[in-house]
């Protein structure tokens, strides 16, 4: 693209804003791209209340139709899901609508519910040209929205898209789950750029709620979303100029940071022996933190998932023990972690940590940053063929073991080059079969063990990018063999910067 510069001059060299906290000099874009308008279902789809066709109006109906899509997911099934769902729903009713469909169990979506499977059925059945013309649009509203120029440079966009409306999900047993998503309009949206650039057109009808030209934040535009009341932001792609600053910054920070473990690791075990509990807490706290790699955890509301971390524990979610599986003083851990992830585990610790605990046991001290996700919905599917094909592979191999008997028997009947020749194929043949039978082994070994490991988090947000590059450059192992296109597009500043000398 015309005016992007992928060097390390650009990225690091290029001037240094004001020490004012200035992220940029000039910023332009064309503000955030919103979902198309709802279009009413044919008239020949009809919603049923008791029995009975009803016609909606489009705002009853649009609302109508998320609930519908989710008819054959779990969550339809859960009872908050359903009540949070039909409550906001009445609100979006007139008073008419309101009277006459006053029970969720005598609703019957299933007529909108199939008219949305067969459309996605439509849709899988395109034609090769006719999936390459929406290619061709998307990618047009990609150059469009997805780009903005900031001090002159263009850079990506991450998500230009505001989120179409919709039915809340949530991890865990969210209890805000089945909550509306409310439309996003203009008129709700902060736009955030230059004073001398054109300012975005907002939809016709429309207006922005307010334009603001504060270069000390880095996002094009901002709205608050209804559910948490969260501020939602459009921001740079993190292959972006200032997404690659955050991260060098972030690392920089880990690397002064370990020139004072040493300090910190005997500061919180002088912690343990106060006589303050506060301070003892504080001790126990930083050593969780320390030795497991613990998240802080935070007090929340009543109305978020009940996931909890280093500061927020109870006593539920602990047991200790003198003695366990030939261990002495072990912390058993049993609770809800980022991402409403279970957490298990049994970690041997300092006697006199084990005690301090015990002592308050009452008092939130453990938890495991957690790097794990829930397993995927395709797990059960893609290890189901893995199966097959080390069946099918075992039966190769059985087969080509019989038949290398078989040709070693008949040399050794009758010998010659040929048959000769035909035990060393054999031989070759089986040696290959088994090699291959060994690596889908491995390979289901692998994604039975890492189901619910989340590899990718640390390598994205916590292991410095430069110790990956140095290494590989030492080494001569190609960059593209540890990082994907879009990952060396968000390291292009460790890559530029980091020889194989590099420390950290």
């Keep these: 693209c015309p005016g992007v510069h992928k060097g390390k001059s650009y990225l690091w060299e290029e001037g240094k804003h004001a020490e004012n906290g200035q992220k940029w000099r000039s910023l332009e874009h064309k503000g955030p791209l919103f979902p198309p308008e709802y279009e009413p279902l044919p008239s020949s789809v009809s919603f049923l209340y008791n029995g009975t066709p009803v016609i909606l109006r489009p705002a009853t109906e649009e609302v109508a139709t998320f609930y519908a899509k989710m008819l054959d997911h779990e969550f339809t099934t859960k009872e908050v899901f359903q009540n949070n769902f039909f409550t906001d729903w009445k609100e979006v009713m007139t008073e008419t609508e309101r009277q006459l469909i006053s029970d969720l169990s005598q609703c019957d979506f299933s007529n909108i519910h199939k008219y949305f499977v067969e459309k996605t059925e439509e849709k899988r059945n395109m034609t090769k040209e006719e999936k390459q013309v929406l290619k061709e649009e998307a990618n047009k509203l990609t150059e469009e929205y997805g780009y903005c120029l900031l001090d002159g440079h263009r850079e990506k ?122 301070q003892r807490q504080y001790g126990v706290a930083l050593y969780f933190i320390d030795k497991l790699a613990l998240r802080a955890g935070n007090e929340k509301d009543d109305d978020t998932a009940d996931t909890v971390g280093c500061c927020s524990l109870r006593v539920e979610h602990i047991n200790l023990h003198r003695h366990l599986d030939s261990l002495d003083y072990v912390v058993e851990f049993d609770f809800l972690g980022k991402d409403s992830i279970r957490y298990y585990n049994k970690v041997p610790v300092e006697k006199q940590c084990c005690t301090i605990l015990n002592n308050f046991i009452s008092i939130a001290v453990a938890i495991l940053c957690n790097h794990q996700r829930a397993a995927p919905k395709t797990f059960e599917k893609s290890m189901q063929l893995l199966q097959e094909k080390i069946k099918k592979k075992q039966e190769e191999v059985e087969k080509a073991k019989k038949e290398l008997k078989q040709a070693k028997k008949e040399h050794k009947q009758l010998p010659s080059e040929v048959s000769k020749k035909l035990v060393q194929k054999m031989e070759k043949t089986v040696k290959r079969l088994l090699e291959q039978l060994k690596k889908l082994q491995l390979l289901e070994t692998d994604r039975n063990e890492n189901k619910v490991i989340a590899l990718g988090t640390s390598k994205l947000n916590y292991l410095d990018p430069r110790i990956s590059v140095a290494w590989c450059k030492k080494n001569n192992v190609p960059v593209e063999k540890i990082y994907n296109k879009t990952q060396r597009a968000k390291f292009a500043w460790a890559i530029d910067m980091a020889d194989e000398n590099f420390q950290f």
């Design 157 to 278: 966009i991450g998500n230009f898209r505001v989120e179409p409306p919709g039915l809340f999900r949530g991890r865990g047993e969210h209890p805000k789950m089945g909550k509306l998503k409310k439309r996003v309009q203009p008129e709700d949206v902060i736009i955030n750029c230059s004073k001398d650039v054109k300012i975005p057109e907002p939809p016709p009808g429309h207006r922005w709620k307010k334009v603001q030209h504060d270069n000390t934040v880095t996002w094009l535009a901002s709205w608050v979303e209804n559910i948490h009341g969260h501020i939602k932001y459009i921001m740079l792609n993190p292959s972006s100029k200032l997404k690659g600053e955050k991260d060098w910054q972030k690392y920089e920070t880990a690397r002064k940071l370990k020139l004072s473990v040493d300090s910190i690791r005997s500061e919180y075990q002088s912690a343990w022996t106060s006589c303050e509990m506060k």
